[in-house]
Nanobody, 122 residues
Framework: QVQLVESGGGVVQAGGSLRLSCVGS????????MGWYREVPGKQRELVAT???????ELADAVRDRFAISKDIPKKTVSLQMNNLKLEDTGVYFC????????????????WGRGTQVTVSS
């Protein structure tokens, strides 16, 4: 029942900007953390940014000065503003939620979106 739907990917020139958004389905409850990871062929998935329900954020060193993550817990939405994009930012970006689906049994699980392509061109 849990689905995460990403949007906002596309092709941009180096130096440009994109904003990614991800919305969780109604089955999502009690969100603990949301974020974005990315991967390229031949490399393992890597953390880009996360944000906890209390507002604490973490960003990869490679994007710290250029990207910003934000959340809207009532709307079950996490967004990633990507500025000054570089060629090495190219990849498939995956949304993730760490969340529970039941208030009566609030153990949290990890959920992933299908991924959205971000391509940065020269």
């Amino acid at each position: 029942q849990v689905q995460l739907v990403e949007s906002g990917g596309g092709v941009v020139q180096a130096g440009g900007s994109l904003r990614l958004s991800c919305v969780g389905s109604a089955a999502v409850r009690d969100i603990r953390k949301m974020g974005w990871y990315r991967e390229v062929p031949g490399k393992q998935r890597e953390l880009v940014a996360t944000i906890s329900s209390n507002g604490r954020t973490e960003l990869a060193d490679a994007v710290r000065d250029r990207f910003a993550i934000s959340k809207d817990i009532p709307k079950k939405t996490v967004s990633l503003q990507m500025n000054n994009l570089k060629l090495e930012d190219t990849g498939v970006y995956f949304c993730y939620f760490h969340a529970a689906t039941s208030r009566s049994y609030p153990a949290a699980d990890e959920y992933w979106g299908r991924g959205t392509q971000v391509t940065v061109s020269s």
